[in-house]
Nanobody
Framework: QVQLVESGGGLVQPGGSRTLSCAAS????????MGWYRQAPGKQRELVAS???????EYADSVRGRFTISRDDAKKMVYLQMNSLRPEDTAVYYC?????????WGQGTQVTVSS
């Protein structure tokens, strides 16, 4: 059974930084597509960033230049480095793994950007 566990959420001041981590339990992690999504209250879940490998990454326009996604296949981890955080980045952040046609989700971690 595939499990994804996010960590690193919390309260951060505007302009601050935070790094989210996601640990995956799957044999074929290195061939899985990983992504970070977020869902703010009253809004739909949206893609923040995705990574196939460390040379193929995509970002939402709203976070490009501020957030960086990376992965460590040896540790089966994916990270989201978030800089210059804004109040509108406040959301529950979810890690997603796609292996073949199957999608798996973590339980989410809350990030609140507020002074």
């Amino acid at each position: 059974q595939v499990q994804l566990v996010e960590s690193g959420g919390g309260l951060v001041q505007p302009g601050g930084s935070r790094t989210l981590s996601c640990a995956a339990s799957i044999t074929h992690f290195s061939v899985s597509i990983m992504g970070w999504y977020r869902q703010a209250p009253g809004k739909q879940r949206e893609l923040v960033a995705s990574i196939i490998n460390n040379y193929r990454k995509e970002y939402a326009d709203s976070v490009r230049g501020r957030f960086t996604i990376s992965r460590d296949d040896a540790k089966k981890m994916v990270y989201l480095q978030m800089n210059s955080l804004r109040p509108e980045d406040t959301a529950v952040y979810y890690c997603k793994l796609r292996y073949g046609s199957q999608d798996y989700w973590g339980q989410g971690t809350q990030v609140t950007v507020s002074s």
